[in-house]
């Protein structure tokens, strides 16, 4: 399986959100179709030294080395589309990119962005509740934890601590 490992900090990276929690079928089969896409992958001709990972079995993170050569237009569309396809394979679906995510005691939570502004003004996020920020663009921000973080040192505060007032 092609995973973020042997990639350099500075790789391209994207993270798809699924709509549920994967059942371990589910991650099965996801990795069995992105391990075929990766092995394929290419961009102008040129074969793109990629990886990914499913973390939290919620998360699917691909990543492409772009220091040998850029990856752009269809070569992204094709990465987009082999990720739709998989997780279609698999039964469940992508969540809503305006969904956010965060991590309760129970697990990673999905919730959209009303209900999420509701949780901060009532307590239930705190400046501790760690959230997801699937904006990333880099392998080295996902490995430093730019990618999970408190709430109240993520964009989400500056977003959502109005709710707080």
């Not at 939290?56 to 396809?85: K, L, P, W, Y």
């Not at 009303?114 to 490995?143: K, Q, Y």
């Amino acid at each position: 399986m092609p995973t973020l490992d042997a990639l350099p900090d500075q790789a391209r990276v994207w993270v798809f959100t699924t709509a549920e929690t994967l059942a371990s079928a589910s991650v099965a089969v996801i990795e069995n179709a992105l391990t075929a896409f990766v092995a394929d992958w290419m961009s102008h001709g040129a074969r793109v030294r990629g990886g990914f990972a499913i973390l939290d079995q919620r998360f699917i993170v691909v990543a492409a080395d772009e220091t040998r050569n850029d990856v752009s237009g269809c070569s992204i569309d094709s990465m987009f589309h082999a990720v739709s396809a998989a997780v279609r394979s698999a039964g469940v679906a992508l969540a809503d990119t305006a969904d956010i995510a965060y991590r309760s005691a129970t697990g990673v939570e999905l919730v959209d962005r009303p209900t999420f502004r509701r949780l901060v003004r009532d307590g239930h996020i705190s400046a501790e509740t760690p959230v997801f920020d699937s904006t990333v663009r880099t392998l080295g921000d996902l490995r430093a934890g730019r990618w999970e973080r408190p709430f109240a040192q993520s964009w989400h505060a500056e977003h959502f601590a109005p709710a707080l007032s």
